[in-house]
T-cell receptor, first 112, second 109 residues
């Protein structure tokens, strides 16, 4: 049973470009969460999604960031017009019915 | 929102030593979680605590949920090289998990 999968593992973008981060939850999990980790920090919650619905986006920056979890396919975290401050590790977690969250290996975004 | 304070921030120990780290919160948690993050990976749940005063073990790891519900500690006995990593305390708040800043464990050769 594969765990949470994220790709790419590493992503380099120039300022102003778009970054798309993908997350495939564990088989059977319909709840997806995105977190951001800055260097020397803990993970900070961004958004919680169920299939086709955003449940809680209280941790998402108001501009440039969006997330979706379509009926088919992975969850996508999209960052438009990236800036240097967006450089971080972005982790996805999935769960059954708001239960224990299992984390993926993360995508490390570097903005040049 | 709730804040979690972990101490120490870093530890440098010899292999075989016991390790103790703790976590305090600004308000009450009903569940305490301890995670470990290896370099380049996501956090993995080590121990979950659900009741004030609860003491739970997982191999060489032992964690306790403080009576006040505002603190928890994690002990690692007889450390080995693969214990190196970052240890996070965390607690659920609504749908999300709140993480501390972590304790970085280094093992000296």
């Amino acid at each position: 049973n594969a765990g949470v999968m994220q790709n790419p593992r590493h992503l380099v973008r120039r300022r102003g470009q778009e970054a798309r981060l993908r997350c495939s939850p564990m088989k059977g999990h319909s709840h997806v969460y995105w977190y951001r980790q800055l260097p020397e920090e803990g993970l900070k919650f961004m958004v919680y999604l169920q299939k086709e619905n955003i449940i809680d986006e209280s941790g998402m920056p108001k501009e440039r960031f969006s997330a979706e979890f379509p009926k088919e396919g992975p969850s996508i975290l999209r960052i438009q017009q990236v800036v240097r401050g967006d450089s971080a590790a972005y982790f996805c977690a999935s769960s059954l019915v708001n239960n224990e969250q299992f984390f993926g290996p993360g995508t490390r975004l570097t903005v040049l | 929102g709730q804040q979690l304070n972990q101490s120490p921030q870093s530890m440098f120990i010899q292999e075989g030593e016991d390790v103790s780290m703790n976590c305090t919160s600004s308000s009450i948690f009903n569940t305490w979680l301890w995670y470990k993050q290896d370099p380049g990976e996501g956090p993995v749940l080590l121990i979950a605590l659900y009741k004030a005063g609860e003491l739970t073990s997982n191999g060489r790891l032992t964690a306790q949920f403080g009576i006040t519900r505002k603190d928890s500690f994690l002990n690692i006995s007889a450390s080995i090289p693969s214990d190196v990593g970052i240890y996070f305390c965390a607690g659920p708040e609504d749908d999300k998990i709140i993480f501390g800043k972590g304790t970085r464990l280094h093992i000296l050769p």
